[in-house]
């Protein structure tokens, strides 16, 4: 089960373990009172493949971390990227959503800032600081993305300022739930830690290019719900530049790339997905939806709950014709063959 990062938590309990190394030495078959053979120096030194890694590691923390910034507003705080020159910062749609007023801390000094617009479906906003010499962040090209690459993550979990975990990308999601009825269309998995408060921050590569927006991290319901730990989840960049930029342009949304039904739905205890509204016209009116219809599949793929069927439809692309299996409310059942819309943006 995933879920989204609750952003706001209190500082975790327990005691932190940083860098411990704990040395064994094999004594060989002779008497227990003999001492460990010497080690060189030269031994010690490590080699210049890892130090130059470590270089790299160090190069990165120190070009990004000037464009990771605090955010805070009454309900907790989160993180964000400085997008452009202009004092404009990318940030999850869930770290603004309690509303303003919003305070933007980089470096040593704090700003107020302005919402400019956000996406909820794509969990983005932007906020905006006026007359702040703000240091942007490059963006990587996500499609180039394999497998392994090393990941370093740059944020404020439990607003512990500018703080930096490291992992790889361990693999590519489609239709990666939050758990409130929202989707997003693909998404970085990594091993990088990602705490609450890395929401809105970085994720970078060993270039210092940000490659994605840290958002979930997994829970395990068998450990009570708690985080799974080495899997967290970040917007691909490529998402990011190309809704961020919407934001910054038009102050919404105007073309989402994103499949659209045209109903308003609800659950239904795990029988399939309400449908409760039917807009005018929409494809869902055109391909034969009414209200109180139950979507119980999408080519084929069970939709038991709002949550299944967002994610199967996050995936979809607009004018794909897709099989719908519907059951009435008179118990009777469909097929419906219905050809998506694109989603009309948010303002």
């Not at 090209?141 to 993550?153: C, E, N, Q, W």
């Not at 530049?241 to 739905?265: C, E, M, P, W």
């Not at 299944?308 to 439809?313: A, I, K, P």
């Amino acid at each position: 089960m995933l879920r989204r990062h609750i952003w706001w938590l209190a500082p975790l309990a327990g005691a932190a373990i940083a860098g411990g190394v704990v040395a064994a030495v094999s004594l060989g078959g002779g008497s227990s009172s003999s001492s460990p053979p010497r080690t060189s120096q030269a031994r010690l030194r490590p080699a210049a493949s890892v130090l130059a890694f470590q270089h790299a590691i160090t190069a990165v923390v120190h070009e990004l971390s000037p464009s990771v910034v605090q955010i805070q507003n009454s309900q907790g705080l989160g993180s964000g990227v400085v997008f452009d020159s202009n004092g404009d910062i990318v940030t999850n749609n869930h770290v603004v959503a309690g509303g303003g007023p919003y305070t933007v801390t980089a470096g040593p000094h704090s700003y107020g800032a302005t919402l400019v617009g956000r996406f909820p479906l794509d969990d983005l906003a932007i906020v905006h600081v006026s007359g702040a010499k703000l240091t942007p962040a490059a963006f990587a090209d996500s499609s180039k993305l394999s497998v392994g690459d090393f990941a370093i993550a740059i944020g404020n979990p439990l607003g512990l300022r500018s703080s930096v975990t490291d992992g790889i990308v361990s693999a590519f999601r489609q239709g990666v739930s939050e758990g409130n009825g929202i989707a997003i269309p693909s998404m970085i998995q990594t091993s990088a830690a990602i705490n609450p408060g890395n929401s809105g921050g970085a994720l970078a590569d060993l270039q210092g290019r940000v490659i994605g927006i840290p958002t979930l991290a997994a829970t395990d319901p068998e450990l009570g719900g708690t985080a799974a730990p080495g899997i967290g989840f970040a917007i691909p960049s490529n998402l990011v530049k190309d809704i961020a930029t919407q934001i910054i342009r038009f102050g919404h949304v105007v073309n989402s790339h994103r499949a659209y039904l045209g109903v308003q739905i609800g659950d239904t205890n795990g029988a399939g997905v309400l449908v409760q509204g039917v807009t005018a016209g929409g494809p869902a009116a055109k391909a034969g939806l009414v209200s109180g219809d139950v979507i119980t599949s999408v080519n084929g793929q069970q939709t038991p709950t709002v949550d299944d069927l967002t994610s199967v439809v996050s995936e979809l692309k607009p004018h794909k014709t897709v099989v719908l299996e519907v059951e009435t409310q008179h118990g009777a059942h469909k097929t419906l063959h219905l050809t998506l819309g694109t989603f009309p943006g948010s303002g």
